[in-house]
């Protein structure tokens, strides 16, 4: 897909994302949305995935470790076609199968539950693991949150990756600065993220995650790296794409008004014209 095609795809991305979250009248945004790119280059570029056969065993994985961003997640398989994008108004409903966190019971295209912060690295790493046991080709994909890293889970996950040599797993962390209290700097700084990564033994990259072409160079590399797992830092907007949204810690995990509601679609309609007038 070319890069005005992914970022138009995008743009449907965080409309999926204002759109559940407004529905279900609660749920996380600001990471959503600023991690939207991200989920977008990996369904619709990157991953060897199939939504007609959701559970094929050659598949790439995904573990969207930073759970509570399921919104951005749900709004990418929906628009790739693994269940209808009219669901997404179902999120976090009584008897709706899209629930607030991922459920790889219910829901097709996802492969790990998902939630409890810093144990989807985890899930991760066993995933690449097994693939390297298998002689599989598959490769395993996990985004983090810059706040969860915090957990000391992470990198214990990390030290095994990094000593296992993992170069079919690629780590993302959404770098987008602010947590549920506020920055990461002021709550706990998990700075500098780079060396940490590169202490465990990973190739890191550090990009702009809201820029296709540096998101597509870093795929690239990590692709092209061997003999350790790959990091890539993905410097964001914390809720991007939302003018009211962007950068403001109070919209981690609440849902607009309808006014808001309102407000923000414009704003997405709009950047979604100036990508058709290109």
């Known amino acids: 897909m070319e890069k005005l095609e992914l970022q138009k795809m995008a743009n449907e991305v965080r409309k999926g994302i204002v759109t559940s979250v407004h529905a279900a009248k609660a749920g996380h945004p600001g990471g959503s949305l600023s991690s939207a790119d991200i989920f977008t280059y990996l369904y619709f570029e990157e991953m060897n995935i199939d939504p007609a056969d959701p559970k ?11 759970g509570h961003t399921a919104p951005g997640l749900y709004a990418a398989l929906a628009l790739r076609g693994y269940f209808p994008v009219e669901d997404l108004k179902t999120l976090r409903h009584t008897g709706s199968y899209l629930q607030g966190h991922p459920d790889m019971k219910g829901i097709p295209g996802v492969d790990m539950s998902s939630g409890s912060l810093g144990q989807g690295i985890s899930a991760a790493v066993g995933m690449a693991i097994a693939g390297k046991m298998d ?13 969860e890293i915090q957990e000391g889970q992470v990198w214990e996950a990390a ?12 780590v993302i962390v959404d770098n987008n600065d602010l947590q549920i209290d506020g920055s990461i700097q002021e709550v706990n700084s998990p700075y500098p993220i780079d060396k940490k990564f590169e202490a465990f033994n990973f190739h890191v990259i550090t990009i702009d995650g809201n820029d296709f072409d540096q998101i597509a160079d870093a795929f690239r590399e990590a692709r092209g790296t061997k003999g350790m797992p790959t990091a890539i830092i993905a410097k964001t907007v914390k809720g991007k794409g939302v ?3 962007e950068n403001q810690v109070g919209w981690h995990g609440v849902a607009p008004s ?11 309609e709009r950047a979604g014209e100036a990508l058709c007038q290109k």
């Not at 094929?56 to 930073?66: G, P, Y």
Request: zero cysteines.
């Open 258 to 268: 309808d006014e808001q509601y309102e407000i923000a679609m414009k704003d997405l």
């Open 56 to 66: 094929k065993a050659d598949r790439d994985r995904f573990v969207l470790s930073k």
């Open 135 to 147: 002689d599989a080709a598959y490769r395993v994909y996990t985004l983090l949150g810059d706040g």
């Open 243 to 245: 003018s009211f949204m």
């Open 159 to 170: 030290m095994l990756a990094g000593f296992r040599k993992l170069d079919n797993l690629v």
